[in-house]
């Protein structure tokens, strides 16, 4: 897999009339089928589907090497801000309900683990309601301007932060399960960490949600190469139930993610376009960096003001009919043992 020239910007297409391929045991069901769906540019790895349950991934998977290369510096944003101002505040007051959403029902001084923590905006937000907060982060450049609240562990894999057992109340994975290398593995360890009854509250882009149905490689939550695996819903609940965790609830509207992803998804859809321009404009770093053309940045822009009331219509009707962009799945840990051997 070589490197792309910008992570944003490579162009993904479907892969048409190809035939099953044998591929590793699947992570969810362990079939070792799967037909592959999306070629990435520059990369020789195409995105497979499992043809069980539904399941995308890398064939073949990037080393650890790779994936470290997924993620440059920028990805993260400096001194703890990725987005133009206004842009920045807004995911603020959503980060501040979103963790209000997050800790219903949790005892003052509740111990919360936020992996992938990122420049800890949920952090900040955890932290202001009271609980004591920790965040695991692979990269500590990502962790700039942290909020000093938080207890940070630097590590590229969950289990490696070496935590005790039965340590928190809650484990929240914000966007981040898509970018992790083993997706069981890393459940057996939420599930280990977790305090008896404790709960853990996933979110990922919906693989079988309409939107990613509807724009299929112009899907803007594909975010190839990074998102290393695309859940269906059912794939994901699936993962949670063999290996220990009880799903409780199951929630479609994000107002943070799902009308973006309407918007950004269907400009990739004109193929002339360049794909994520949209993101890559509110993603730069300062007003002074001017991303292609005027012409193109005001096209952006129109289509930015125009599409988001008539996304964030279609964000709510997906939501109802439990079919959202994106999704969160809230579980917890069962007394029960999990099988280790139990895949079914
Ligand atoms: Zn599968």
Redesign the pocket.
């Known amino acids: 897999m070589s490197k792309p020239t910008s992570l944003y910007s490579v162009r993904v297409t479907l892969v048409e009339g190809t035939s099953p391929v044998t591929v590793a045991a699947?992570p969810?069901?362990a079939?070792t089928t799967a037909v592959p769906r999306y070629a990435i540019e520059g990369i020789e790895a195409r995105i497979v589907v499992?043809e069980?349950?539904g399941?995308g991934r890398f064939v073949p998977a990037p080393s650890a090497d790779q994936i470290r290369d997924f993620y440059p510096d920028s990805y993260y944003g400096s001194t703890g801000r990725k987005f133009e101002g206004l842009v920045e505040s807004l995911v603020r007051v959503v980060a501040a309900r979103q963790a209000r959403f997050l800790t219903r029902g949790l005892p003052d001084g509740a111990r919360v683990l936020d992996v992938g923590c990122g420049r800890g905006v949920m952090l900040r937000a955890f932290a202001d309601r009271g609980f004591e907060v920790h965040g695991t982060e692979v990269s500590a450049a990502a962790t700039q301007g942290v909020d000093p609240r938080a207890i940070l562990h630097i590590t590229s894999r969950l289990a490696d932060a070496d935590l005790p057992e039965g340590t928190f109340d809650q484990i929240v994975l914000w966007h981040v399960f898509e970018h992790l290398p083993d997706p069981r593995e890393t459940i057996l360890e939420i599930r280990r960490l977790l305090k008896p009854g404790g709960k853990c509250v996933i979110a990922v882009p919906n693989f079988s949600s309409l939107q990613s149905r509807v724009t299929g490689a112009g899907w803007f939550h594909l975010d190839p190469p990074r998102h290393l695996y695309h859940f269906p819903v059912s794939?994901l609940r699936r993962l949670f139930e063999n290996n220990g965790l009880k799903c409780t609830s199951e929630h479609h509207f994000s107002l943070r993610q799902n009308p973006f992803g309407w918007v950004q998804s269907v400009l990739n859809c004109v193929f002339s376009l360049p794909r994520n321009g949209l993101y890559v404009l509110l993603h730069r770093s300062s007003s002074v960096e001017k991303p292609f053309s005027r012409p193109l940045r005001w096209l952006f822009r129109v289509a930015f003001i125009l599409g988001m009331p008539v996304a964030v219509v279609l964000s709510v009707i997906t939501a109802v009919i439990r079919q959202g962009a994106t999704v969160t799945v809230v579980a917890r840990r069962q007394e029960r043992s999990p099988d280790a051997a139990q895949i079914s």
């Open positions: 699947c969810v069901c079939r499992c069980e349950c399941l794939a």
